[in-house]
């Protein structure tokens, strides 16, 4: 436990976590079959239910603050994700938001359940067939890119200009034009994974292979160190947080290529076109479970390259 820790505030914080999430189950399961919107008062106690979750949420988070353990750390934050999802369910079955408009969280899981199968065929299409090939091509092409404008200069400027400008282009924008130049199937969304991946993967490899120490360079240069040396024990090692940045930014950006490519165009499968089509239906329950999917293998991906970040790179004064 932490400095401020204080065992009346911690106990109290949980009493209050309880008390509130009791007023919202009870109310759901009171309300799970009602037709008729809940009355001013019952949605009082939703309001009660609620505002006693946060302060209890707000006396439990003191204890974690100093916590070494990231599993014990994300206790609030836990906490806090499922008092959003269990006050929407309570809110939308108190106001009876038709399924149409808004689901409530227990159908979309239901409904994640049931169609849970297609969203996996889904995500193949959408996560390896097009996110993780175009990742990698984008990455390996701005890496080696990367490499040569560092050490060619009339390559830097060049090149680079381009690069940090083509980097600012709207993939709604890209997207169309690509899908209608190379056809609706996967490739076209690879490459649209690609061509986003590529230009932050230059522009931050770039500064990490030339915002060295001029000290550390002369270094080397004193010992008669030839360029691929200086690249091999001084330029990459010192570019590897920056490579890491934008392998990082690439994963979010992969995804986000590969849903919104799919909305263009698609051969009856992936993540965005489950999304689209069924939006267009009004099925937003599959739209949801759709968007949740998305979401945890974003996550998932991001996490694992932090994690080969930290094993690669842990001598790094960010690490400390």
Not at 56 to 83: C, K, S, Y
């Amino acid at each position: 436990m932490s400095g401020l820790y204080r065992p009346s505030s911690y106990w109290t914080g949980w009493l209050l976590l309880g008390l509130g999430f009791g007023l919202l189950l009870w109310f759901i399961v009171a309300w799970w079959d009602q037709s008729e919107p809940a009355s001013s008062a019952q949605k009082l106690l939703i309001g009660l239910g609620f505002l006693g979750v946060v302060w209890g949420i707000a006396r439990v988070a003191q204890q974690f603050v100093d916590t070494p353990n990231p599993v014990i750390g994300f206790t609030p934050a836990a906490l806090t994700l499922l008092a959003l999802v269990v006050t929407a369910e309570a809110l939308l079955r108190a106001y009876q938001v038709p399924p149409g408009l808004i689901p409530t969280p227990s159908r979309v899981l239901s409904t994640l359940l049931e169609v849970r199968d297609v969203l996996l065929q889904d995500a193949f299409q959408t996560v390896v067939l097009e996110a993780l090939v175009g990742y990698l091509i984008g990455c390996s092409l701005g890496l080696i890119t990367a490499l040569l404008v560092s050490r060619y200069v009339f390559l830097e400027r060049g090149l680079l200009p381009y690069a940090t400008i083509f980097s600012s282009i709207p993939i709604v924008a890209l997207a169309p034009v690509l899908v209608k130049m190379i056809g609706i199937d996967w490739p076209s969304k690879a490459v649209i994974v690609a061509v986003t991946v590529f230009f932050p993967m230059v522009v931050n490899t770039f500064r990490g292979l030339t915002e060295v120490s001029p000290l550390s360079l002369d270094l080397m240069r004193s010992y008669a160190a030839g360029e691929v040396q200086q690249y091999r024990w001084l330029r990459l090692p010192n570019a590897l947080p920056f490579i890491f940045n934008a392998l990082k930014l690439g994963t979010t950006l992969a995804m986000i290529g590969a849903i919104v490519g799919e909305f263009f165009g698609a051969n009856g499968q992936g993540l965005g076109f489950r999304i689209q089509i069924e939006a267009g239906r009004f099925g937003f329950d599959i739209v949801w479970s759709a968007i949740i999917v998305a979401s945890l293998i974003g996550i998932a991906w991001y996490n694992l390259v932090a994690w080969l970040e930290r094993r690669l790179t842990g001598w790094h004064v960010s690490f400390r």
